[in-house]
């Protein structure tokens, strides 16, 4: 076998695998928005009374709802050190935590390069056994750089893994995109008005080689986040948060 034909067939069972774990995170998406109190239809109906802001006005919850599972939020130290501890399984020492926000669902973490500022990737952390993964959606889909890189197992944790390989070219990747952060906002404000009218956007949009991740915000508190594609402008709603707690940065 050639090399050509040996690198297309890796870049093939790759995104095949990519399309897999991105479809399981789609189905959450819609299993928690099911649950939530969003018809599924995306319309949204009168759900379950909880507890925080939810776009049926009831408290700080994007998504209206309780956890998926029947477990006691991660704190903010528990969350870092489950991060600290898959960033050093990375062996990359340009990768830094940046960023933890606690949800009832999950924990999230935003890991940036030091060298640069610009993100590299986002995680989630599994309360119920503290495991570390690749958040799904545009962390996978739309990462040029980092994309599907980290899972604890080894299959998707370098450049000679699985999933490492997906950017042949992501040495070269480049933090420049044709959307701007100010468009990027636009975008993303104009999304809100017309699917959640009263939610607003951040005042920053974090960068990230391929896109931005945004987070929002209802009465100038914390209800969720969504990323803005950094050339076509997609919006993506990141769904399967659930009720947001506290951050620290």
Do not use: C
């Not at 399981?24 to 928005?33: E, I, P, T, W």
């Not at 503290?130 to 980092?146: A, H, Q, R, T």
């Not at 005042?203 to 945004?214: N, W």
């Amino acid at each position: 076998m050639n090399k050509t034909l040996a690198i297309t067939l890796m870049v093939i069972g790759g995104l095949v695998l990519s399309a897999l774990l991105f479809g399981a995170g789609l189905y959450v998406g819609r299993s928690n928005l099911g649950s939530v109190g969003f018809a599924s239809t995306g319309m949204m109906r009168q759900g379950n009374a909880n507890q925080g802001y939810s776009m049926m006005g009831n408290g700080y919850n994007m998504m209206g709802g309780p956890a998926t599972v029947n477990s006691k939020p991660l704190t903010v130290a528990q969350a870092t050190q489950a991060v600290e501890g898959y960033l050093k399984n990375l062996n990359n020492s340009d990768l830094e935590l940046k960023e933890i926000m606690i949800f009832n669902n999950n924990a999230y973490a935003r890991i940036t390069e030091k060298s640069t500022g610009i993100g590299a990737m986002e995680l989630l952390v599994d309360p119920t056994n503290l495991n570390v993964i690749p958040e799904y959606g545009p962390n996978m889909m739309w990462n040029l750089k980092y994309g599907g890189m980290g899972a604890s197992n080894g299959m998707m944790s370098g450049r000679n893994g699985m999933m490492g390989g997906l950017n042949t070219n992501a040495e070269s990747a480049s933090s420049t995109m044709t959307v701007t952060p100010e468009k990027a906002l636009t975008l993303a404000q104009t999304y809100l008005d017309k699917e959640y009218p009263g939610y607003k956007t951040a005042t920053d949009a974090d960068p990230f080689y391929g896109y931005y991740t945004i987070d929002i915000t209802k009465d100038g508190n914390v209800t969720g986040m969504l990323s803005v594609n950094g050339f076509s402008g997609q919006v993506f709603l990141h769904t399967w948060h659930g009720t947001f707690i506290e951050m620290s940065e």
